[in-house]
């Protein structure tokens, strides 16, 4: 059973324009929520989180949203940059401190 | 800036082997975790250790792992009779809290089993 799903598995944006990764969740316990990055050869990368008490997080030119009615969250990257081309995983935190991670989507930033 | 390593980066073993995987997690940090990601599958949990003690561990983690902070500065994860379904990135993550703190993780061990 998949708790948190991305149902994206890929997307591709042009240079400058906004990325969008979306992220479903099942179980409404969850109430911690984390975007992680990952390049090839490498280990998953925090990028940015939110807390279930709240609906938008902003760090720069990364913003994740929380509707906690749909059990969904998003990512928004404005403006991409090809830099930003990578697979992006979106985690819930149990209370144990392990994160369940949805499948992730390739984002491919085209310049 | 402080990071988690992990080695070797890749393993190649045959089944039935046993491989250690080593980790060596932040230094300030307390709690310690284990994932795994088969090849075009998502990133799964494996372990969590804290205290000298697994804190909790998913249904992957069978009677054939293991768990060890043997010197203080090393985490290790055993795999006593590996399968060819073992074969995957292992990745190690440390954070200070188990609550609203990231976890930070090494870069993965590439484990093949033929």
């Known amino acids: 059973d998949q708790q948190v799903k991305q149902n994206s598995p890929s997307l591709s944006v042009q240079e400058g324009r906004i990325s969008i990764l979306n992220c479903d969740y099942t179980n409404s316990m969850f109430d911690y929520f984390l975007w992680y990055k990952k390049y090839p050869a490498e280990g998953p990368t925090f990028l940015i989180s939110i807390s279930s008490i709240k609906d938008k997080n902003e760090d720069g030119r990364f913003t994740v949203f929380l509707n906690k009615s749909a059990k969904h969250l998003s990512l928004h990257i404005v403006p991409s940059q090809p830099g930003d081309s990578a697979v992006y995983f979106c985690?819930?935190?149990?209370?144990?401190?392990?994160?369940?991670f949805g499948k992730g989507t390739k984002l491919s930033v085209k310049p | 800036e402080p990071e988690v390593t992990q080695t070797p980066s890749h393993q190649v073993t045959q089944m039935g082997q046993e491989v250690i995987l080593r980790c060596v997690p932040i230094s300030n940090h307390l709690y310690f975790y284990w994932y795994r990601q088969i090849l075009g599958q998502k990133v799964e949990f494996l372990v969590s250790f804290y205290n000298n003690e697994i804190s909790e561990k998913s249904e992957i983690f069978d009677d054939q792992f293991s768990v060890e902070r043997p010197d203080g500065s090393n985490f290790t994860l055993k795999i006593r009779s590996t399968k060819l379904e073992d074969s995957a990135m292992y990745f190690c993550?440390?954070?200070?809290?188990?609550?609203?703190?990231?976890?930070?993780f090494g870069q993965g061990t590439r484990l093949t089993v033929v």
């Open positions: 985690a819930a935190l149990e209370s144990q401190g392990n994160l369940i």
């Open positions: 993550a440390s954070s200070e809290a188990p609550a609203r703190t990231e976890a930070f």
